[in-house]
């Protein structure tokens, strides 16, 4: 069992930034890659970033967040972070982390509201 739980997120002006947050606990010794996904009203969740776990070796980017968007691994292997910035009304959204255990199975976190508004 891998629980995962996120923090950061909020209302943020355009142009603003933001950083969130996730630690994984249980047995975190058979994850694979951690990630944040993020889905927005009427469309499908997508991916916005993922990490390589427990070395940080390999980072994926959105095109969207290329060069907006850092993930990083946190003093644990397990705690992952995405600091936000430049943010735009277009990166609303409800953000959730996510975690490969293993080759099939995947959980995911309770999910963090993002809104980036004036």
């Known amino acids: 069992q891998v629980l995962l739980v996120e923090s950061g997120g909020g209302l943020v002006q355009p142009g603003g930034s933001l950083r969130l947050s996730c630690a994984a606990s249980?047995?975190?010794?058979?994850?694979?890659?951690m990630g944040w996904y993020r889905q927005a009203p009427g469309k499908q969740r997508e991916l916005v970033a993922s990490?390589?776990?427990?070395?940080?070796?390999?980072?994926d980017y959105a095109d969207a967040v290329k060069g907006r968007f850092t993930i990083s691994r946190g003093s644990t292997q397990h705690t992952i972070y995405l600091q936000m910035n430049s943010l735009a009304p277009e990166d609303t959204a409800v953000y959730y982390c996510?975690?490969?255990?293993?080759?099939?199975?995947?959980?995911w976190g309770q999910g963090t509201q993002v809104t980036v508004s004036s």
């Open positions: 996510n975690a490969k255990i293993g080759r099939f199975a995947e959980t």
């Open positions: 249980g047995r975190t010794a058979s994850l694979t890659t």
């Open positions: 990490l390589s776990v427990p070395t940080g070796t390999r980072k």
